[in-house]
């Protein structure tokens, strides 16, 4: 990893003006001050209209779908044959992402300066992971760049769809259960009370479910900057921890695998991304050994992560592939049968590349099952609690008309 950066006075600006021939371009430029900018630009034939000092994120933060964009761009453009530094100067000139503008001209920089493609990005292993550089890597000693590209584009642009579809799958409940949460408490706190009053007068014993939302709404009232608190307080401590504490990760990525229905759909997107990343791998001409370096760690799950290393250890001792998959015990019948199949017929990455496929389809339906299987659940669940609430209200009401 590359040492940051000292802080040597300068800022980056953006700019913005006209080349020689009137045509509008525009960039970002490290300088002291803006008048260095319009000066040093000025001596470039460039007359210019707008020049912003950017703040120190550089105008935004590059996310692993700019990476995923970047790559496709490039890859494309290489293929077409445009030189790589002219395919990093149109790729960065076009990103409406600032920060990603600064971060491919900081690597065109490098590479202009005499590093290789692969050693500038390891600079930055912030936005390209191991499995990325190795595979720029293996592009640039084989004179295949172009096409080791394509697969990398193809492996993030799958991986990104399988992560989405997950998030999707699991953000709509949260965000519903959200919802009744915040919807539960402003009932409790603002129109439970207004029953209260009316309820005080009618001087007659209160039915249990009345007394029970009647005394919830009471604390709700009382400690509210408690209960949201708690709340609110309980969640951001969950995912700071989550975040930063290994052995929470640890224990999430088991409990992920062991959840009810959602169990099973992370286990075949983690299984996709385990046989997408060794195909690609394998593809490029990475030694199977190697590749299972990048191939646990892309896996994105700790059971897996450690399954890997088995496999990578009994590898290098001479077993097969096959062979170190079944006694690892966390893939299905069906992926050691295609996997033996293709060390068998030479065809390993066809095959691992067959199966990612068949998983991550597997994925796609799941998560359109569990879409049409949620709805009526969560239905169900407000209905619940919400009516369940609204009973217990009126209740004393029916007993009075009753009496009546």
Known sequence: MASPKKDDGQKTFAWEGKDKHGKIVRGELRAATETVVRTTLRRQGILVSKVKKMGATGGGTVTDKDITLFTRQLATMMKSGVPLLQAFDIVGKGASNAAVGKLLSDIKTDVETGSALNQAFRKYPLYFDQLY????????????????????????????????????????????????????????????????????????????????????????????????????????????????????????????????????????????????????????????????????????????????????????????????????DVFPSMVIQMVAIGEESGQLDAMTGKVADFFEAEVDDAVDALSSLMEPIIMVVLGILIGGIIVAMYLPIFKMGAVV
């Open 133 to 328: 550089c190795n595979l720029v890597e293996a592009g640039e000693q084989a004179g295949i760049l172009d096409s080791l590209l394509d697969r990398l584009a193809i492996y993030k642009e799958k991986t990104q769809a399988i992560i989405g579809k997950i998030k999707s799958a699991l953000f709509y409940p949260i965000s519903v259960l959200v919802v009744a949460f915040i919807v539960t408490a402003v009932i409790m706190i603002f129109v439970v009370p207004q029953f209260k009053d009316i309820f005080s007068n009618f001087g007659a014993e209160l039915p249990g479910p009345t007394l029970v939302v009647i005394g919830i709404s009471d604390y709700f009232t009382k400690y509210w900057y408690i209960v949201f608190g708690s709340a609110f307080g309980g969640v951001y401590s969950f995912l700071y921890t989550w975040k930063r504490s290994v052995t929470m990760q640890i224990f999430m990525d088991k409990l992920a695998l062991k959840l009810p229905v959602f169990g099973s759909v992370i286990r075949k997107a983690t299984i996709a991304r385990w046989t997408r990343t060794l195909s690609t791998m394998f593809a490029a001409g990475v030694p199977l050994v190697e590749a299972l370096d990048s191939v646990g760690g892309a896996s994105g799950n700790y059971v897996y992560r450690e399954a890997t290393k088995q496999i990578k250890a009994e590898i290098s001792t001479g077993s097969s592939l096959t062979v170190a998959m079944q006694n690892a």
